[in-house]
């Protein structure tokens, strides 16, 4: 159940972790300049000053985060993460009429590296030749001939920054509301980004018990 709080939405709480529901518009972690200190581990840190970053979501993006409430804990999710043990799933809707992947299940696969776009950082570009490898699984859920817009799930099984924004430009279906890699008309489409970290899935690292939350979006 979600608990409201000083400035965030605590999902839950133990003497491990923090699950947070992070609004769109929000930094996850201070920026560069005063006008860029608010943000949710601020937020956080102020109920919880022993809570530590554990990974980050774009200030665009909304969703579910993860808190340590130690270092050590901090390390077992950090390792968990960069082993692919928690399990992320989000929602986007996009532009356009996105075509279901031709598999047995409906997910399809995204591997498309991904480099920094020097010139024009912090923008990111797909790049065969300097990109790390990068990879979003993908399926449709349903498409609203009215709107002209297709809502999808996203795994992505590799971190990279800005990975499924840049993933579905690349694919030809921009998400609605991205300021960064979509058309100007389909930035228009939406007053914010429509992506949502919706579920997380982890093993808790005191107990051992699988844990899953989610988080419905707000579109």
Same mark, same amino acid.
């Given at each position: 159940?979600?608990?409201?709080?000083?400035?965030?939405?605590? !999902? @839950?709480?133990?003497?491990?972790?923090? *699950?947070?529901?992070?609004?769109?518009?929000?930094? $996850?972690?201070? #920026?560069? =300049?005063?006008?860029?200190?608010?943000?949710?581990?601020?937020?956080?840190?102020?109920?919880?000053?022993?809570?530590l970053i554990v990974h980050?979501?774009?200030?665009?993006?909304?969703?579910?985060?993860?808190?340590?409430?130690?270092p050590a804990i901090q390390?077992?999710?950090?390792?968990?993460?960069?082993?692919?043990? !928690? @399990?992320?799933?989000?929602?986007?809707? *996009?532009?356009?009429?996105?075509?279901?992947?031709? $598999?047995?299940? #409906?997910? =399809?696969?995204?591997?498309?590296?991904?480099?920094?776009?020097?010139?024009?950082?912090?923008?990111?570009?797909?790049?065969?030749?300097?990109?790390?490898?990068?990879?979003?699984?993908?399926?449709?859920?349903?498409?609203?001939?009215?709107?002209?817009?297709?809502r999808v799930a996203l795994?992505?099984?590799?971190?990279?920054? @800005?990975?499924?924004?840049?993933?579905?430009?690349?694919?030809?279906?921009?998400?609605?509301?991205?300021?960064?890699?979509?058309?100007?008309?389909?930035?228009?489409?939406?007053?914010?980004?429509?992506?949502?970290?919706?579920?997380?899935?982890?093993?808790?690292?005191?107990?051992?018990?699988?844990?899953?939350?989610?988080?419905?979006?707000?579109?």
């Amino acid at each position: 159940m979600t608990a409201l709080t000083t400035g965030f939405a605590l !999902i @839950h709480a133990d003497d491990s972790l923090l *699950v947070l529901n992070k609004p769109s518009g929000l930094l $996850s972690v201070p #920026g560069r =300049g005063e006008d860029k200190q608010d943000c949710l581990s601020r937020r956080v840190q102020h109920c919880y000053p022993e809570a530590l970053i554990v990974h980050r979501l774009d200030m665009a993006t909304s969703g579910l985060m993860l808190m340590a409430r130690s270092p050590a804990i901090q390390r077992v999710l950090s390792q968990s993460f960069e082993q692919r043990e !928690i @399990h992320k799933t989000y929602l986007a809707v *996009v532009d356009g009429c996105l075509a279901p992947a031709p $598999s047995p299940d #409906g997910w =399809g696969l995204i591997d498309l590296p991904i480099a920094a776009d020097w010139p024009r950082r912090p923008l990111r570009i797909i790049d065969a030749a300097l990109g790390k490898p990068s990879q979003t699984r993908w399926r449709v859920l349903a498409f609203d001939a009215a709107t002209n817009s297709t809502r999808v799930a996203l795994e992505p099984l590799t971190g990279r920054s @800005h990975q499924l924004r840049v993933h579905l430009q690349a694919l030809g279906h921009p998400i609605l509301g991205d300021q960064l890699y979509a058309p100007e008309a389909v930035q228009a489409r939406s007053a914010r980004l429509l992506l949502h970290a919706s579920r997380l899935q982890l093993t808790h690292p005191a107990s051992g018990h699988r844990l899953t939350f989610e988080s419905a979006p707000g579109f």
